[in-house]
């Protein structure tokens, strides 16, 4: 976190079909209720610019990209979208959550993709620096349920799904990873249960990690 900060920054990741969205405006809303001003955006996207690069991530083939011009789009989204959304709601002091973050590049095309772990990590100290969220939530779900839920939406956004089962496998793998690696931040949540299951497992986590909201 930027140190001149007055919000908070907290990420939800997870791989496709985890719930991510859902969680969100769960959470949203009780921190809206509990007088709280609360942004929630998304990545790709967040931005006008950002949301422009998103329809050329996530829609078409699953090989349009190399994986490092992927990276690359992803970051340049994500540049965007912290100077335009994510810092100056945190300058005022309030909460902001996003559907993905950083961790998503290491995940997607760090550890599951091509590009490696020392790729991705240059690339976030370039460009997120020190703006990592204060608490990231990692959704977890075994894949099969992931995609199940994904394929059963609306909507041309497939291209990371299209990528089968063992990618998404790696994909889980490394979100484990990152939480693993960095306890301080991250908070893995078992997101199989019900919808108001799996918000009272967050919420769990808010009042464990970040007191002052609840």
């Known amino acids: 976190m930027t140190n001149n900060s007055q919000g908070v920054f907290i990420s939800f990741e997870g ?3 985890a719930g991510k969205s859902t ?3 769960h959470l949203a809303r009780r921190l809206t209720g509990a007088g709280h001003e609360v942004v929630t955006t998304r990545e790709p996207g967040g931005s006008p610019g950002a949301e422009e690069i998103r329809k050329l991530l ?3 083939d699953k090989d349009r990209w190399s994986p490092m011009t992927e990276a690359l789009l992803m970051i340049a989204a994500r540049r965007d ?4 959304i994510i810092l100056p709601g ?3 002091g309030a909460i902001v959550i996003t559907d993905r973050f950083a961790d ?3 995940a997607y095309q760090g550890i599951a993709g091509a590009l490696g772990r020392d790729a991705a990590a240059s690339l976030h100290s370039i460009v997120v620096g020190d703006n990592d969220p204060d608490l990231t939530i990692i959704l977890d779900v075994p894949i099969e349920k992931g995609l199940a839920r994904a394929g059963g939406r609306d909507g041309v956004e497939t291209r990371f799904e ?3 089962a063992q990618f998404q496998t790696r994909v889980r793998k490394a979100f484990l990873e990152i939480a693993q690696n960095n306890p301080a931040r991250c908070r893995v949540v078992d997101a199989t249960g019900d919808i108001e299951q799996t918000a009272e497992a967050v919420w769990g986590v ?3 990690r970040l007191p002052k909201l609840a």
Do not use: F, P
Request: cysteine-free; glycine content about 16%; aromatic content about 0%.
């Open 162 to 164: 299209s990528k089968g």
């Open 206 to 208: 808010i009042v464990d």
């Open 104 to 106: 998503s590049t290491m």
């Open 90 to 92: 945190l300058s005022r």
């Open 81 to 84: 979208h912290l100077e335009r």
């Open 15 to 17: 791989g496709d079909g």
């Open 58 to 60: 996530v829609e078409g």
């Open 23 to 25: 969680q969100i405006q």
